[in-house]
């Protein structure tokens, strides 16, 4: 058996766009970059649909419904007589069929390619069928890549995944050309104002309701202050409750005389949108509640830009935010978000001192740097895998 051709075909199994999901978000910015690093062809996905018909372009070469168990059979079967060299799951407990996504475990079963995992969430306190789950597909992988040092250790000790098996590998962080913060603080009619913002699908873990509460306080040290909370409602809590989270976050500004002080921008962002939104804050802001949160995109993009952050100390925040990179501030506690607000506000040189700190963690987070040492571990995976069916096959 010969191996002649030197681009390899690399395919990616989560949710794609135009769904509106963080992680096809993520998998789309991967494939961006991949597209421009010699030795692949281009990467293609394997859908994972929810009860939404989406319009996909040519890079979705076929899509499972998630509810059908059927469709990740028939997949596997196909993966194992096609051309792909390595498939690269991106796990999220929430996208794939059965309890807890247990629909991926028959799945992985049934492959003949190696694959790739990529954890977009470990939890430090999984339900015996979480624990199962990523037990068994970490297991059968031939990599396992988590986006926080922190939870390399958990893991080893909770997850019982080989060590030498894991990669950390940060979040990637876009690329965008945007003017200085001036200039778009002018350009989005915000000139003369300090700038606090939030990006990201709306829900109630997110903890806004605090923030605005905080800002009862910063207001009446700095009137010039503007909370912007930039986002559409999650779809899934759209669905479920529709705007009731909004609302009350709404009514809220209403009952503290907020309405010069907050605004809500509630749609999908661009991606230059986003970054637009970042480069013109002087305070990045994420309160959210849940404390065992590993990963977060958003704070990663903040990093990556090397924006002032103020946050709840989960721990993906714990982690990037150390070394001065950022404040803590403490759950559900909008008197606390407030003083970090004003420890920044009142001490311009902080600003300058924070962001450079920042700054120069986020520069080795952008997708182009990101996307290098994801090749290089695809590459590595193929070409030992191409050499053991060589050796099963008796050619050396």
């Known amino acids: 058996m010969k191996f002649t051709n030197n681009n390899r075909n690399i395919v990616f199994l989560g949710t794609s766009l135009p769904r509106e999901c963080g992680i096809a978000t993520f998998t789309q910015d991967l494939l961006d970059e991949l597209k421009h690093i010699k030795g692949f062809n281009k990467p293609r996905i394997i859908a994972i649909n929810n009860n939404e018909t989406y319009d996909y372009d040519d890079q979705v070469m076929k899509?499972?419904?998630?509810?059908?168990?059927?469709?990740?059979?028939?997949?596997?079967d196909y993966l194992s007589t096609s051309d792909v060299d390595l498939l690269v799951i991106q796990h999220e407990f929430g996208i794939y069929g059965g309890e807890s996504g247990e629909y991926l475990i028959p799945f992985v079963e049934k492959l003949t390619i190696p694959f790739v995992v990529i954890f977009h969430t470990v939890l430090t306190k999984p339900s015996a069928k979480q624990l199962h789950i990523m037990n068994r597909v970490a297991e059968l992988s031939v990599k396992v890549v988590t986006m926080a040092q922190s939870t390399v250790t958990d893991l080893i000790s909770i997850y019982g995944v080989d060590a030498a098996k894991i990669a950390f590998i940060h979040h990637g962080v876009p690329?965008?050309?945007?003017?200085?913060?001036?200039?778009?603080?002018?350009?989005?009619g915000?000139?003369?104002?300090?700038?606090?913002?939030?990006f990201g699908f709306l829900s109630p873990g997110k903890g806004i309701e605090y923030s605005i509460e905080a800002m009862r306080g910063v207001v009446k040290q700095h009137s010039d202050s503007l909370y912007i909370v930039w986002g559409k409602t999650h779809p899934v809590v759209k669905q479920e409750t529709g705007e009731v989270y909004r609302q009350k976050l709404m009514d809220l500004v209403e009952e503290f005389d907020l309405t010069h002080n907050v605004r809500f921008v509630d749609k999908l962002l661009t991606q230059d949108e986003v970054i637009q939104s970042?480069?013109?804050?002087?305070?990045?802001?994420?309160?959210?509640?849940?404390?065992?949160?590993?990963v977060s995109g958003?704070?990663?993009?903040?990093?990556?830009?090397?924006?002032?952050?103020?946050?709840?100390?989960?721990?993906?925040?714990e982690e990037m935010l150390a070394d001065g990179r950022g404040l803590l501030a403490n759950f559900r506690d909008s008197a606390s978000l407030e003083a970090c607000i004003l420890q920044v506000l009142n001490d311009p040189s902080k600003i300058v001192e924070m962001e450079n700190r920042t700054l120069e963690l986020g520069r080795t987070m952008l997708w182009n740097e990101i996307a290098k040492t994801y090749a290089a571990i695809f590459l590595e995976k193929i070409v030992a895998s191409e050499s053991t069916k060589v050796k099963h096959l008796?050619?050396?």
């Not at 899509?63 to 596997?76: F, K, N, R, V």
């Open 63 to 76: 899509e499972i419904g998630q509810h059908q168990l059927s469709d990740y059979i028939e997949t596997a």
């Open 278 to 294: 970042l480069v013109m804050s002087d305070i990045y802001m994420t309160p959210y509640l849940g404390k065992d949160q590993a």
């Open 190 to 198: 915000f000139a003369g104002r300090k700038i606090l913002s939030t």
């Open 394 to 396: 008796g050619v050396m």
């Open 298 to 317: 958003t704070l990663a993009y903040g990093v990556g830009y090397g924006r002032v952050i103020v946050s709840t100390p989960y721990r993906y925040a």
């Open 175 to 188: 690329h965008v050309q945007t003017g200085s913060r001036a200039e778009l603080k002018e350009q989005y």
